[in-house]
């Protein structure tokens, strides 16, 4: 099975319906790993593309703030784009919004939004963090967004020892996945990437190559940064998907 894989859209409708379109004949399967509202200026059409397109649909800490109403830990930006996100989404949208997991599984592979120990919340930055999650991970692989940066992690299990593969000078990842190592692998950001690259992050798993590969795709950025100022969102969110920072 080819496992096509986004996470992260934020509302970016031309990032999030681009990659789909390159997905569409390269894989039979598309996971939706959280956040597929909060920054941008189309959370309603974003739910309703992900929740005809995708066959596994995980929550994220942005759609946990809308259900729950609680924006204390969100910086001021994301707080503002989200107090527009609640006052906008239809009773539809947020119907499906509560109904969206926070973990799921497929044979060997697991799909988080942010970590195993903390599925909607807790970063994994840095390889002490992925050292705690690799204790919980009881799969070869799993799956991961929040961060907005592409990054792998691999554990080798006799020696016990983690190493960090980090994407390439143009912010793609590439990782076979080998005998004797669990993986934990960011796929990035769809719709707001914050390494400097402002390509959409797609992913695609081939379950029985054991191969995983992050693309950068171009889409059309400049009707997303104008449609986040003419709804009158925070400008930073305009520069941000415009410079992927
Ligand atoms: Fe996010």
């Known amino acids: 099975m080819k496992i096509g894989i986004i996470s992260d859209a934020h ?4 990032a999030l319906t681009t990659s789909i379109l390159f997905l569409k004949d390269k894989t039979d399967f598309l996971a939706v790993l959280g956040d597929t509202v909060g920054y941008g200026p189309n959370p309603e059409e974003c739910i309703n593309v992900v929740v005809s397109e995708a066959n596994l649909i995980l929550k994220g800490n942005h759609e946990e703030g809308i259900i729950t109403g609680n924006y204390r830990a969100f910086k001021e930006a994301a707080r503002i784009a989200l107090e527009w ?3 906008i989404l239809s009773d539809n949208a947020l119907t499906s919004i509560k109904n969206f997991k926070e ?9 988080v939004h942010a970590s195993i120990s903390s599925p909607l919340f ?3 930055l840095i390889g002490k963090d992925a050292k705690e999650e690799f ?3 009881d799969k070869s692989v799993c799956f ?18 983690i190493e960090t593969i980090p994407s390439d000078f143009s912010g793609r990842l590439k990782i076979e996945i080998s005998p004797g190592y669990k993986y934990l692998i960011n796929v990035g950001s769809t719709g707001q ?3 400097g690259f402002p390509f959409a992050c797609v992913s695609v798993y081939d379950t029985e190559k054991r191969l995983f590969n992050l693309y950068r795709i171009e889409y059309p950025v400049e009707t997303t940064r ?5 709804r009158g969102l925070p400008s930073i969110l305009a520069r941000r998907v415009y410079q992927g920072i």
Do not use: W
């Open 144 to 161: 991961f967004g929040h961060t907005h940066m592409p990054v792998g992690y691999r554990k080798n299990q006799e020696k016990e020892q």
């Open 11 to 14: 509302g970016n409708l031309e």
């Open 103 to 111: 973990k799921d599984e497929m044979d060997d592979v697991l799909f």
């Open 193 to 195: 990437p914050r390494d």
């Open 135 to 137: 204790a919980l991970l």
């Open 122 to 124: 807790k970063y994994i």
């Open 85 to 87: 996100t609640e006052k």
């Open 226 to 230: 104008q449609k986040i100022l003419d």
